[in-house]
């Protein structure tokens, strides 16, 4: 049985026009997304922009979104941080407040040994809260290949990964050579991770668009592929924004585009130049206009 199934949205942190912390948004966007039926949350990830808060506004919006959820379905934190003591600080706190889970990066700062990345995600497996390996050499210098991922596997608490290596293949070869989960953590592989054995799927663009990405993934696993493709070929512009530096800002306004606001993305990120928007807008109506309708089930 998988500890963490179905679709776990790594939620943004919504942001007043003076770069404050929303947090009557946050909480509103929380349950909106439970409404909508999503299995999981996930505050404080790089779609939430953690690198940009304080460790008291950090806290604080952990503690939001815990109370927001209010137990209706999991909340899993985002946990990385510059050194591997404030991590298993951060997750301390976090489950002091009932979080259920911790999504954890390796060393961020510099690219490590593969002893330190192991030391690492020991102290990390030890803090006692279920760990979900955060793969990304995509943004960070570190590639937890499925050889790695054997040796964190012995570790008790850590029992899934989310594989963004862009590479589906890498679904295969973990289930194979670990007894990991597997959570698709970039959008536009959702259907092909499904497909190849991922029982999860952490999503950004299920900020905006929740229903539709429970429904292809839900039809992917449950075998009805057809349908769920011809859903998923109108989503797939706009997932591809999930893998662009840019996907905060492309994610936030899509979210202004379906009346969820989230506000602006804290500097160094910057608005979306021109270019992009009109990018990101053209794939929002392609979404939109399709000839699908959604029927909840």
Do not use: C
């Not at 003591?85 to 690219?111: D, H, R, T, W």
């Not at 050889?147 to 589906?168: C, H, M, P, T, Y």
């Not at 190849?196 to 668009?209: D, Q, S």
């Amino acid at each position: 049985m998988s500890r963490f199934p179905g679709i776990y949205v790594a939620t943004v942190t919504p942001f007043t026009v003076s770069y404050e912390v929303d947090f009557k948004r946050l909480k509103e966007h929380v349950d909106w997304l439970i409404q909508e039926g999503v299995d999981g949350i996930i505050p404080t990830g790089s779609l939430g922009e953690y690198a940009t808060l304080t460790s008291e506004e950090r806290a604080q919006v952990i503690t939001a979104t815990i109370d927001a959820a209010a137990g209706r379905v999991p909340v899993v934190i985002g946990g990385a941080a510059p050194s591997t003591k404030q991590v298993v600080e951060l997750i301390q706190f976090s489950k002091e407040k009932g979080a259920e889970g911790v999504m954890a990066l390796p060393p961020i700062n510099y690219k490590p040994t593969e002893d330190e990345v192991v030391a690492h995600y020991e102290a990390v497996s030890n803090a006692g809260l279920p760990v979900i390996v955060y793969n990304n050499p995509y943004d960070y210098p570190v590639d937890l290949t499925p050889r790695i991922l054997q040796k964190l596997s012995k570790f008790e608490n850590i029992v899934a990964v989310k594989e963004f290596s862009g590479d589906v293949r890498r679904v295969y070869d973990i289930l194979r050579e670990t007894d990991l989960e597997v959570m698709i953590g970039v959008d536009d592989l959702a259907l092909e991770g499904a497909l190849a054995g991922a029982t999860g799927w952490i999503a950004g663009f299920a900020n905006a668009f929740p229903r539709e990405s429970i429904t292809v993934f839900n039809m992917t696993r449950t075998g009805r592929v057809d349908e769920a493709l011809e859903l998923y070929r109108y989503l797939l512009p706009l997932f591809h924004f999930d893998a662009n530096p840019r996907l905060v800002q492309a994610i936030k306004y899509v979210m202004d585009l379906v009346g969820q606001p989230a506000g602006p993305s804290r500097p160094p990120r910057l608005p979306l130049p021109e270019e992009d928007r009109l990018a990101v807008q053209e794939a929002y109506k392609y979404a939109v206009n399709r000839p699908i309708r959604i029927v909840q089930e």
